[in-house]
T-cell receptor, first 118, second 113 residues
Framework: AQTVTQSQPEMSVQEAETVTLSCTYD???????LFWYKQPPSRQMILVIR??????QNATENRFSVNFQKAAKSFSLKISDSQLGDAAMYFC???????????????FGKGTKLSVKP | SQTIHQWPATLVQPVGSPLSLECTVE??????LYWYRQAAGRGLQLLFY??????ISSEVPQNLSASRPQDRQFILSSKKLLLSDSGFYLC????????????FGPGTRLTVT
């Protein structure tokens, strides 16, 4: 079965600095997708970034970028120029692609709580 | 654009009482729909998913059930709530594209007393 592990329960960063959140996963599938979701205090889950396993290029979305290491099964999130609004829980998630009713179901890590210091 | 609604936002129910949480999606058709539960300080646990009207798959055995009476409506129910049913319930939808992105509603905080 696929698993997602976030080994950092909590992280802290100074405003305007850069922080990297770690995520590792385990799968025997060759084709899959990885995501980072943000959950602010309002608790609504917000999609931050997506990475397709077949793409070698790391995904970027403005100040958010990933370091995807397929062989190492590692998928870290880098937040540049951290802002106070970045403070939230961040969840790494995995899904296998392909066909079948359960394809597309997300498997989440336990999350990393990010604090941003002014 | 697509939007997803959940209600109620907050619910306090006694043990043994019934439950009905509703989720509706606007701006899309034939979405995949999901119910998740998040216990305090924990990750998300998938409870049910649906690929179409009347089609429900359960991921974990529990005191809850789900129904999809309409294309864009997903309901989470229980006949008798347990204390362990307390948590934050999130509904999500996914389109039929192959980005596999899921979009979440605002959630319902359920406290069983």
């Amino acid at each position: 079965a696929q698993t997602v592990t976030q080994s950092q329960p909590e992280m802290s960063v100074q405003e305007a600095e850069t922080v990297t959140l770690s995520c590792t996963y385990d799968t025997s599938e060759s084709d899959y997708y990885l995501f980072w979701y943000k959950q602010p205090p309002s608790r609504q889950m917000i999609l931050v970034i997506r990475q397709e396993a077949y793409k070698q290029q790391n995904a970027t979305e403005n100040r958010f970028s990933v370091n995807f290491q397929k062989a190492a099964k590692s998928f870290s999130l880098k937040i540049s120029d951290s802002q106070l609004g970045d403070a939230a829980m961040y969840f790494c998630a995995y899904t296998g692609s392909g066909y079948g009713g359960s394809q597309g179901n997300l498997i989440f890590g336990k999350g990393t709580k990010l604090s941003v210091k002014p | 654009s697509q939007t997803i609604h959940q209600w109620p936002a907050t619910l306090v129910q006694p043990v043994g009482s019934p439950l009905s949480l509703e989720c509706t999606v606007e701006g899309t058709s034939n979405p995949n729909l999901y119910w998740y539960r998040q216990a305090a300080g924990r990750g998300l646990q998938l409870l049910f998913y649906s690929v179409g009207i009347g089609q429900i798959s359960s991921e974990v055995p529990q005191n809850l059930s789900a129904s999809r009476p309409q294309d864009r409506q997903f309901i989470l129910s229980s006949k008798k709530l347990l204390l362990s049913d307390s948590g934050f319930y999130l509904c999500a939808w996914r389109g039929d594209d192959y980005t596999y992105e899921q979009y979440f509603g605002p959630g319902t905080r359920l406290t069983v007393t």
